[in-house]
């Protein structure tokens, strides 16, 4: 079993909707999480970093962390086309070793 | 600031071959850490150096290896290289320990 799960989608949405997508993991010892945007032939694009459980807003998107569930999300406010990439869930204990999910691929139709 | 750069963006070689790819950091970001993208493995880490010191190391064998010079800058070497190895090479740089990682364009390498 994998240390982090990400449906793979594709996960299909008109545009405007909220997109939401989520993690599981298995390390407790995980302690910074981070929500990347990857487009095709590109390197993927930092979009939300976090440390504590919680929320965390930025602009269109929402972060949150439950560190009790091993349950990470990320929601995406009035999605637009421009948001179709694959989001990648990232996570590490101390130190720089990111582990990351599988990405899931999102598509916002217009 | 300039994010991080990569070169080759693109490379071909052959079996056997060694290759050598090079990543120059953020200005000020000291931890430089590399990823191999596979689409049957995902994004898996490889290795971490911070001033020139290799801190962290992925499961993957003693053919990957990498060296950080005094200006932050990094290179990976991968010798006898082999089909398995096609895959994007991603590097990222980090102010320091526990903080953000921001993710170069990739060297796109293909084993033939």
């Known amino acids: 079993q994998k240390e982090v799960e990400q449906d793979p989608g594709p996960l299909s949405v008109p545009e405007g909707a909220i997109v939401s997508l989520n993690c599981t993991y298995s390390?407790?010892?995980?302690?910074?999480f981070m929500w990347y945007r990857q487009y095709s032939r590109k390197g993927p694009e930092l979009l939300m970093y976090?440390?504590?459980?919680g929320n965390k807003e930025d602009g269109r998107f929402t972060a949150q962390v439950d560190k009790s569930s091993k349950y990470i999300s990320l929601f995406i406010r009035d999605s637009q086309p421009s948001d179709s990439a694959t989001y990648l869930c990232?996570?590490?204990?101390?130190?720089?070793?990111?582990?990351f999910g599988g990405g899931t691929r999102v598509l916002v139709k217009p | 600031k300039a994010g991080v750069t990569q070169t080759p963006r693109y490379l071909i070689k052959t079996r056997g071959q060694q290759v050598t790819l090079s990543c120059s950091p953020i200005?000020?970001?000291?931890?430089v850490s590399w990823y191999q993208q596979t689409p049957g493995q995902g994004l898996q880490f490889l290795f971490e150096?911070?001033?020139?010191?290799?801190?962290n190391k992925g499961n993957f064998p003693g053919r990957f290896s990498g060296r950080q010079f005094s200006n932050s800058r990094s290179e990976m070497n991968v010798s006898t290289l082999e089909l398995g190895d096609s895959a994007l090479y991603l590097c990222?740089?980090?102010?320091?320990?526990?903080?953000?990682?921001?993710f170069g364009p990739g060297t796109r390498l293909t084993v033939l």
């Open positions: 990222a740089s980090s102010p320091g320990r526990d903080s953000p990682q921001f």
């Open positions: 200005s000020g970001h000291r931890s």
């Open positions: 390390n407790s010892a995980f302690q910074y």
């Open positions: 990232a996570m590490n204990a101390a130190g720089n070793k990111l582990t």
């Open positions: 976090t440390y504590s459980s």
């Open positions: 150096y911070f001033s020139e010191t290799q801190r």
